[in-house]
């Protein structure tokens, strides 16, 4: 039968839950979203990219809306196929975010006069490491396709606007001493008793707060790992602890690296940068933004933790997150979304696309 656009979106994000699409194994999803966007979705132009999908009107509206998702999935959980149960879908990516698919995927198929041009992208591997996302071969290869004055992420929001992201590195902070049989401890140098004063910066440290467009970004910098010690009765010569800094996005990396190294200044310690990706301001003052919003009726807040919203931000493009999904239950083994959820995005963004 393959997907029906034109469907209840509620029934829409069932079909899509049903199709089991793990990273990597997209295939499938992006064969039935490209053959029913052909079908039923004739003002669209319709290009395919590995397993991602890219469709966009030109209508020669003054703004153009990009709405994007990842039609990819964690491993499912025993939790396919999809079923509903007091008013809430069960299965593996109804939250993250299957449902946000399902309505872009539905209101690029009925919406007949949009206001703004709609350029959409479903695009694979979101779940896995960086350099396998889809959304950063699009920008390599197809770039003009990345072009729009206001960016919607489907990522699961619980119906708000959540705006920009959070950035993040991580470090590993290393301690050196003299290794020594614990039995004459005073010969040796102990490498993990050095961490304390570490952990005794992360303790005392202050979070700041930052409000950047009237979305308020809290900071956070947290020991996630500690390593050290080779027997139970050797004094250890080396020691670790991994620190992640969640930053606002007014910071870039490099100012965000440099204040970890503030924050550990005069302690005998090195400090490695492992990791990092740089957050997205929300640019909610921007004219296509701004109506976003009042089309959300002002249901805006900050995003906390890192989606491809960064991405968009790096290209100078405001970029937010909605979707009916809870964050919290995506990944879950009890995954799911309210169905009432879908419904009320959908009216939503019609409401926004057709203003």
């Not at 994000?13 to 979705?41: G, N, Y």
């Not at 397993?51 to 939790?79: C, F, K, Q, W, Y």
Request: glycine share 10%; hydrophobic share 45%.
């Amino acid at each position: 039968m393959g997907l029906d656009l034109r469907a209840d979106p509620i029934a829409l994000t069932a079909a899509l839950v049903d199709i089991p699409s793990e990273s990597r194994h997209e295939q499938r999803i992006a064969d039935e979203i490209e053959a029913a966007l052909r079908a039923q979705a004739p003002a669209f132009e319709v290009i395919r990219n590995g397993d991602a999908v890219l469709a966009r009107t030109n209508l020669g509206r003054p703004s153009r809306v990009m709405l994007a998702g990842h039609i990819d999935t964690v491993p499912a959980a025993d939790n396919l196929p999809s079923r509903v149960v007091d008013g809430e879908m069960y299965g593996c990516g109804t939250s993250d975010m299957k449902s946000g698919d399902a309505v872009f995927l539905h209101l690029a198929a009925t919406i007949a006069e949009p206001s703004h041009d709609i350029t959409l992208v479903m695009y694979d591997c979101e779940e896995i490491e960086s350099s396998a996302n889809g959304l950063g071969r699009i920008e390599r290869e197809l770039p003009d396709w990345l072009v729009a004055d206001v960016a919607i992420l489907g990522e699961p929001s619980g119906g708000y606007i959540e705006a920009g992201c959070q950035g993040t590195i991580r470090v590993v902070v290393r301690a050196a001493g003299t290794r020594a049989h614990s039995a004459r401890s005073w010969l040796g140098d102990n490498a993990i008793h050095k961490l304390g004063a570490v952990l005794d910066r992360l303790s005392a440290y202050q979070a700041r707060s930052v409000d950047i467009d009237g979305c308020v970004y809290r900071e956070g910098l947290s020991a996630v790992r500690i390593d050290g010690g080779i027997a139970g009765n050797v004094i250890p010569d080396a020691a670790a602890v991994t620190v992640n800094f969640r930053f606002a996005p007014d910071r870039s990396v490099d100012q965000a690296v440099a204040h970890v190294h503030e924050v550990f200044d005069g302690l005998d310690v090195t400090i490695e940068l492992t990791d990092a990706a740089a957050g997205a301001l929300p640019g909610l003052s921007k004219p296509a933004a701004a109506a976003l919003i009042a089309a959300a009726g002002g249901q805006v807040r900050a995003k906390y933790g890192w989606t491809d919203v960064a991405r968009f931000a790096a290209l100078g493009i405001p970029a937010v997150n909605y979707g009916p999904g809870d964050p919290n239950l995506a990944h879950r083994v009890d995954e799911r979304v309210p169905v009432a959820a879908i419904t009320a995005a959908t009216g939503m963004l019609r409401g926004y696309l057709t203003s």
